[in-house]
């Protein structure tokens, strides 16, 4: 594997960080951090620049708050600086990191994501017998941070931006040397790339059929139900043993059950939503219609919050229930 060199330059160029600064502050201009740090932009982002260029870089600002979304996650939110930074990285770094991954591997990816992925399991479920289902346990609590290291000295060679990414890494754990936090722009692509040896070891070593990944979510395909047995215990030593993670229970099932994936429920015919998912939809609808009604959101804010869970929703087949939580909100 080539390592990539001569990029600190670009990523600390103004133009860059222009550019990572205005992405960093889309849909957040009413944020104060914004506000202020927008006052003295050409002054912050020429310190920035600096800083970046010698490597010294100011990392570990951060808010912590937690959310449902369906489960409870720690959100650890990075001060606003810190996120043009993770911009400015990315917007250089995207592609080193891209030229890596697998085609059926789809978070952080421009043209992929939830639904592309949903896609290829759909495929998947059409033309494959048998599917089995995995995700790691406390995923990104349990990343380590050595090995990470070790992975992404083998994209790059550039001794300043190794310096950026390693402080990065160690600016947060939740033990020692382990855990990446979520909700950081950096974290993302760390995590993705972590499990890309995985996704080729499965591929090319393993010959997996028809493979796909949405962050440590993945779904292995076979029409040999044995062939699929081994596959799990391949996969839970390969984890173990090379990425320091631990599988949660596999479940295994033929294509007329169908299997539940990223909130929804594939079946040879249809995508449903899952039962977690029309529960987390019901709630929260019923949530911002209250806010609503009582003023303390107006529409605008209402539409910002309410037209991603309709988007999700009308993915699967889910004309019922949306009329069914229309009709419950009108009583």
Known sequence: MKRVGNLISRVSDMDNLMLAFHKAAKGKWDKEAVLNYADNLEDNLYRLSLQISSGDVQVGNYTYFKIYDPKLRTICAASFPERVLHHALMN?????????????????????????????????????????????????????????????????????????????????????????????????????YYLSSFDHWCKEVLKVREYVRYMDDFLLFSNDKHRLGQYVEAVNDYMKCELKLELKVSVLSDKGQGISFLGYHLSRHKILL?????????????????????SRWGERRYIEHITPLLSFSRYAYSRGLRKEIVWRQQM
């Open 274 to 294: 899952n039962s977690r998912s029309k529960k987390r939809l019901k709630r929260k609808m019923s949530l911002y219609s209250q806010l609503l009604e009582c």
């Open 92 to 192: 250089v770094c995207h592609s080193v990191f891209e030229r890596h991954f697998i085609y059926t591997t789809y978070a952080t990816r421009p043209g992929k994501g939830v639904y592309a992925a949903l896609n290829r399991a759909f495929d998947g479920i059409n033309t494959c017998e048998y599917v089995g289902k995995f995700d790691v346990r406390h995923y990104f609590d349990t990343i380590d941070h050595q090995l990470l290291k070790e992975k992404i000295a083998r994209l790059f060679k550039d001794k300043v931006l190794l310096k950026i990414f390693f402080a990065i890494i160690d600016s947060y754990s939740v033990a020692d040397g382990k855990g990446l936090p979520i909700g950081n722009l950096t974290s993302q692509y760390f995590a993705n």
